[in-house]
Nanobody
Framework: QVQLVESGGGLVQPGGSLRLSCVAS????????MGWYRQAPGKQRELVAH???????NYADSVKGRFTISRDDAKKTVYLQMNGLKPEDTAVYYC????????????WGQGIQVTVSS
């Protein structure tokens, strides 16, 4: 079982930066692929970025070059550094842990609001 708690969201002006953190409980964090997803009003939840247990990363085209995902296994924490924020980045951001062990469960955080507005 993994529980996830996000923090670091809020209101920021266009062009600004935020760093989201997601702290996990449980013993399998280090072997999980961790991801950040977002859901804007009226839209489907979409992948923003993920990082494997080995440190390989993948990003949505819309955030490449602006966002960076990283992890600290000793702290059981995954981060999303967001620079050059745009109004279209406004959404609820969710942290996800994907277990590689059967039954391959996925665990989600409660979500945190990010609003980019002047």
């Amino acid at each position: 079982q993994v529980q996830l708690v996000e923090s670091g969201g809020g209101l920021v002006q266009p062009g600004g930066s935020l760093r989201l953190s997601c702290v996990a409980s449980g013993s399998i964090f280090s072997i999980c692929t961790m991801g950040w997803y977002r859901q804007a009003p009226g839209k489907q939840r979409e992948l923003v970025a993920h990082i494997t247990s080995g440190g390989s990363t993948n990003y949505a085209d819309s955030v490449k070059g602006r966002f960076t995902i990283s992890r600290d296994d000793a702290k059981k924490t995954v981060y999303l550094q967001m620079n050059g924020l745009k109004p279209e980045d406004t959404a609820v951001y969710y942290c996800k842990a994907q277990s590689p062990l059967p039954p391959f469960s996925a665990y989600w955080g409660q979500g945190i609001q990010v609003t980019v507005s002047s």
